[in-house]
């Protein structure tokens, strides 16, 4: 039986280990710096917060340049590959726009709205900000945004990104939409994009 034993005591020496590890520092801050997308004069800075101590996680995300409309805002993660925000290069069909199907391969699908409730995936259209500049804070569970984000319960923004979308443009037809959306593509059209870097 002894020879039994010290391995499982080892085995829970391991998990202690790795549990530490996985502590890191007691706050994780990361930033994303947002540029104009399709020549909207939009900038901003956005700011995101995971307290491992408080299990709670914060964002801030300020913007100004924008069209007096709705603006849906959104984490994308292009899963394996780093998020990145589209150029005029990913204009497939040289209409003069990247809509926001052109820039998927960049910076990938929603993975989180910023809403007012970031503790789920599903968007609340009507949580998102509105104007011409955004001021837009809220927090959740550290959990709960884990399980939204469906990360394996792992919580790391490096290397995704936030899209802010919606502009009052006359757009023509070429400008795609989110198939299935139900949404203009005034409303789903990218405005200011920025990647997450860690801090
Ligand atoms: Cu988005």
């Not at 910076?107 to 001021?135: E, K, M, R």
Request: glycine share 10%; proline share 6%.
């Amino acid at each position: 039986m002894r020879s039994l034993r010290i391995p499982a005591v080892a085995v829970l020496a391991a998990a202690f280990a790795m549990a530490g590890c996985d502590n890191g520092p007691n706050t994780r801050t990361y930033t994303a710096d947002l540029s104009a997308l399709n020549g909207s004069g939009a900038s901003g800075v956005a700011t995101i917060t995971v307290d491992n101590e408080s299990n709670v996680v914060s964002v801030s995300l300020t913007a100004s340049g924008l069209d007096d409309t709705i603006h849906a805002q959104h984490v994308h993660s292009a899963g394996s590959i780093i998020s990145s925000c589209p150029t005029a290069a990913d204009d497939a069909n040289s209409d003069g726009y990247v809509d926001v199907v052109e820039g998927l391969p960049k910076y990938g699908p929603i993975i989180l709205p910023l809403d007012n409730d970031i503790s789920g995936a599903d968007a609340n259209v009507s949580g998102f900000p509105t104007g011409t500049s955004i001021d837009y804070t809220t927090s959740a569970p550290r959990a709960d945004v884990a399980d939204a984000v469906d990360n394996d319960g792992f919580l790391d923004f490096q290397d995704w990104a936030i899209v802010v979308h919606g502009t009052t443009e006359d757009l023509p037809s070429t400008v795609a939409t989110l198939p299935g959306s139900g949404l203009s593509n005034q409303v789903t059209l990218p405005v200011a994009c920025g990647a997450i870097r860690f801090q």
